[in-house]
């Protein structure tokens, strides 16, 4: 069965699951980690306007930024045991799609944490 439908068989709404403890949370999904976290984009700037900056001044700046934070939650203490921050920011022709890629092959590569 799938995380959301035991969740919302046990009466958690998956937006408000931060208010349980992770101890709580485990006796639903019968799991040793929970993993939470954010994951933000912005796009300070077009494309267009990258591209003026270029010409104008020389220079080339940031069109998208990519900010990750996430936490891994040992449930049998309710102990943070892991926490991942990381922020990308990508050029010209870059998109969130493809800086949400990026940060999450860094999260796969980068977090020790094993059963």
Do not use: Q, W
């Not at 220079?59 to 943070?80: M, S, W």
């Not at 921050?85 to 999450?104: A, C, E, Q, R």
């Amino acid at each position: 069965m799938r995380t959301n439908s035991l969740l919302k068989k046990a009466g958690i709404d998956i937006h408000k699951v931060s208010e349980y403890l992770p101890s709580e949370i485990r006796k639903i999904l019968g799991v040793n980690c929970i993993v939470m976290g954010t994951f933000e984009t912005s796009k300070p700037m077009s494309d267009a306007t990258n591209i003026a900056i270029r010409v104008l001044f020389g220079g080339l700046a940031k069109t998208n930024n990519a900010v990750c934070n996430i936490d891994f939650y040992d449930t049998r203490d309710d102990e943070l045991v892991l926490n991942y921050l990381k922020k990308i920011s990508g050029g010209l022709g870059s998109d969130s799609k493809d800086l949400i890629n990026v940060l999450m092959r860094k999260v796969t590569r980068r977090i020790s944490y094993t059963k």
